[in-house]
């Protein structure tokens, strides 16, 4: 008997909220994230809009913020939903949890990025007769500007850090960057580790913002964001014949995955199980799903052959479900594949349509989200689905939430890159 995982501990920072359930209620009420770019001046972008986090302050969720004043917002969200998780927890302090076997596994994304002092640098010592930069000008003027607690905050291992630091978690501590699948991926190789024995507890989940000139500009590139800017709000149409792209968000999912005989012990509250993982690599393209779902099917597959489910039994997909034209296809054609003609009797929604992409942290918000629909019976809909797309036939739960008791949810998380990430959480039994 493999040792169970539970999940007994949430927190969320979104541009849908600022706690688990405010996440969960303006999802169940069809809300939006979006609006203009504020972080920035974005006017002269294709894209002006994002979902950005509102009303948000470090110092309401711990001491002494100013201990990270030289963060990036990733740690900086980290920190907050990570502290409301692990006071969901009851493990905050708790006096009897050994901190040796209590670790960090996250899918946090880079942190500051230094655009004005990285570009001033730049211009200032660009000769345009040679069409090039003096390095050396750049180096001096560098050691100048740049500021050497905001370049180490780049550092994709900080974050992770400042938890361990802060909350005293002294077990393994790992953070992966998988694009879009990281969270997801930390909280499943996060579920490994307790199972190997190697940890009794592990805070895990995803903390990302994109919204700044250089992911912004990126992602235009890519022609992948939506450009639909009179109208922010309906921008996101995951599955819609419409649809023209992702919305950039940002935020934190956290969650306390616990061996359940160590839950047990201490009395803990289990929200739900952890009991399927599946992880594989499309091995194609760098910005494409395969066109036949190869990664895709296979990843779903493994998910569910790790928690001995069949398909029909899933009562519940969360989808990636990007609002790209490619995305949205090739996951509705491995849902098909795989779930054969349960595919159409399973409520699939994407709640990008209404927070957006969170790249690193979507995965764990989104899990976050199917624990909350098994334990109140309500699924979030999918927003602004309005033009049936013949390639995307599924029940996409339009645009209203939707009562239905479930006991086990699919959770997909497919990454630039080709990394492809399925999760499946379910109601516990003892």
Same mark, same amino acid.
């Given at each position: 008997?493999?040792? @169970?995982?539970?999940?007994?501990?949430?927190?969320?920072?979104?541009?849908?909220?600022?706690?688990?359930?405010?996440?969960? !209620?303006?999802?169940?009420? %069809?809300?939006?994230?979006?609006?203009?770019?504020?972080?920035?001046?974005?006017?002269?972008?294709?894209?002006? &809009?994002?979902?950005?986090?509102?009303?948000?302050?470090?110092? /309401?969720?711990?001491?002494?913020? +100013?201990?990270?004043?030289?963060?990036?917002?990733?740690?900086?969200?980290?920190?907050?939903? *990570?502290?409301?998780?692990?006071?969901?927890?009851?493990?905050?302090?708790?006096?009897?949890?050994? !901190?040796?076997?209590?670790?960090?596994?996250?899918?946090?994304?880079?942190?500051?990025?230094?655009?004005?002092?990285?570009?001033?640098?730049?211009?200032?010592? =660009?000769?345009?007769?040679?069409?090039?930069?003096?390095? #050396? %000008? &750049? #180096?001096?003027?560098?050691?100048?500007?740049?500021?050497?607690?905001?370049?180490?905050?780049? +550092?994709?291992?900080? $974050?992770?850090?400042?938890?361990?630091?802060?909350?005293?978690?002294?077990?393994?501590?790992?953070?992966?960057?998988?694009?879009?699948?990281?969270?997801? /991926?930390?909280?499943?190789? *996060?579920?490994?580790?307790?199972?190997?024995?190697?940890?009794?507890?592990?805070?895990? %989940?995803?903390?990302?913002?994109?919204?700044?000139?250089?992911?912004?500009?990126?992602?235009?590139?890519?022609?992948?964001?939506?450009?639909?800017?009179?109208?922010?709000?309906?921008?996101? @149409?995951? &599955?819609?014949?419409?649809?023209? %792209? &992702?919305?950039?968000?940002?935020?934190?999912?956290?969650?306390?995955?616990?061996?359940?005989?160590? #839950?047990?012990?201490?009395?803990?509250?289990?929200?739900?199980?952890?009991?399927?993982?599946?992880?594989? #690599?499309? *091995?194609?393209?760098?910005?494409?799903?395969?066109?036949?779902?190869?990664?895709?099917?296979?990843?779903?597959?493994? *998910?569910?052959?790790?928690?001995?489910?069949?398909?029909?039994?899933?009562?519940?997909?969360?989808?990636?479900?990007?609002?790209?034209?490619?995305?949205?296809?090739?996951?509705?054609?491995?849902?098909?594949?795989?779930?054969?003609?349960?595919? =159409?009797?399973?409520?699939?929604?994407?709640?990008?349509?209404?927070?957006?992409?969170?790249?690193?942290?979507?995965?764990?918000?989104?899990?976050?989200?199917?624990?909350?629909?098994?334990?109140?019976?309500?699924?979030?809909?999918?927003?602004?689905?309005? $033009?049936?797309?013949?390639?995307?036939?599924l029940d996409y739960i339009p645009n209203q939430s939707r009562e239905k008791r479930i006991d086990h949810a699919l959770s997909n998380s497919f990454g630039f890159g080709g990394q492809n990430v399925s999760l499946i959480v379910s109601r516990?039994?003892?």
């Amino acid at each position: 008997m493999r040792r @169970r995982v539970v999940i007994t501990g949430m927190g969320a920072i979104t541009p849908l909220g600022l706690s688990v359930e405010a996440l969960y !209620r303006n999802q169940l009420e %069809g809300k939006s994230g979006m609006g203009p770019i504020t972080h920035f001046d974005a006017r002269k972008f294709p894209t002006t &809009f994002a979902a950005e986090v509102k009303g948000f302050e470090l110092g /309401q969720y711990v001491k002494e913020p +100013e201990r990270w004043r030289y963060s990036g917002l990733n740690t900086k969200f980290a920190m907050a939903a *990570a502290k409301q998780a692990l006071e969901h927890g009851g493990v905050l302090d708790h006096p009897t949890i050994d !901190r040796t076997r209590f670790g960090v596994y996250l899918g946090s994304g880079e942190g500051v990025q230094d655009f004005h002092n990285l570009v001033s640098q730049i211009a200032l010592n =660009y000769d345009p007769a040679k069409n090039e930069v003096d390095t #050396a %000008g &750049f #180096a001096r003027g560098g050691l100048e500007h740049f500021h050497p607690g905001h370049e180490y905050e780049q +550092e994709l291992h900080t $974050t992770p850090a400042h938890l361990a630091d802060y909350f005293g978690l002294e077990g393994p501590n790992y953070n992966c960057l998988t694009a879009c699948a990281a969270s997801s /991926q930390a909280i499943g190789e *996060a579920t490994e580790l307790i199972r190997g024995n190697e940890a009794d507890l592990i805070l895990s %989940g995803g903390a990302h913002s994109m919204i700044h000139p250089f992911g912004v500009t990126g992602f235009n590139l890519l022609t992948a964001l939506s450009t639909h800017n009179q109208d922010p709000t309906r921008a996101s @149409r995951p &599955f819609d014949l419409h649809r023209d %792209g &992702f919305v950039l968000g940002e935020g934190a999912g956290m969650l306390v995955l616990e061996e359940l005989e160590h #839950a047990k012990r201490r009395g803990a509250t289990i929200y739900g199980e952890v009991t399927g993982y599946g992880s594989t #690599a499309d *091995a194609f393209r760098m910005t494409d799903s395969h066109p036949e779902g190869r990664g895709a099917i296979a990843c779903v597959e493994g *998910a569910l052959k790790d928690s001995g489910l069949r398909p029909e039994q899933i009562g519940y997909i969360n989808a990636h479900g990007t609002s790209t034209q490619v995305n949205d296809k090739v996951e509705t054609l491995a849902i098909k594949q795989v779930f054969g003609d349960a595919a =159409y009797r399973t409520p699939v929604s994407s709640s990008k349509s209404m927070l957006g992409h969170l790249i690193a942290a979507a995965g764990a918000v989104e899990l976050i989200t199917c624990v909350m629909a098994i334990r109140h019976g309500v699924l979030p809909p999918t927003m602004n689905y309005e $033009t049936p797309d013949p390639e995307c036939d599924l029940d996409y739960i339009p645009n209203q939430s939707r009562e239905k008791r479930i006991d086990h949810a699919l959770s997909n998380s497919f990454g630039f890159g080709g990394q492809n990430v399925s999760l499946i959480v379910s109601r516990f039994v003892a």
